[in-house]
């Protein structure tokens, strides 16, 4: 079975919105996983902050990152976010995925991402369909 790092390496060369964000992936591990991402103007609304779909979307991929690691290939189900502070141009973010529960179908995940300072961005919560195929 492959690695929790080699599961990353396949799924982000396919991933091209994860490439666009330049997510860095700096830890993986079997229902974790942590990644940095920096604010570019690309990613801003119509009030020069970080558009919500951008940390909706760096959660989204540290959920499947971090629950595909165990070597089964996973899918989200249902998700959800709550936003609690603006993010500006060119500040880095760091992103935090932890497993909840992980049952024999079903797993459950939070992802917390944290601006410079550490201060929470967004909480985000997302269940998995864990299939019985390998990677």
């Known amino acids: 079975m492959k690695s929790p790092q080699?599961?990353?390496d396949l799924m982000m060369q396919n991933d091209r919105f994860s490439q666009?964000?330049?997510l860095e992936?700096?830890?993986i591990g079997k229902g974790s996983c942590v990644a940095?991402?920096?604010a570019k103007k690309e990613m801003l609304n119509g009030f020069a902050i970080l558009h919500g779909g951008i940390t909706y979307s760096i959660s989204d991929s540290l959920l499947a990152f971090a629950s595909?690691?165990?070597g089964y290939k996973c899918v989200s189900i249902e998700t959800s976010i709550s936003h609690t502070r603006s993010v500006k141009v060119d500040e880095v973010l760091t992103a935090k995925c932890t497993e909840i529960n992980r049952g024999k179908t079903i797993g459950i995940y939070t992802v917390d991402i944290f601006d410079e300072s550490g201060e929470l961005?967004?909480?985000f919560k997302g269940s998995v369909f864990i299939s019985g195929e390998e990677w």
């Open 121 to 123: 961005v967004s909480k």
């Open 6 to 8: 080699e599961i990353v």
């Open 25 to 27: 992936v700096t830890a």
């Open 36 to 38: 940095t991402c920096q």
């Open 20 to 22: 666009w964000m330049n």
């Open 68 to 70: 595909n690691a165990y």
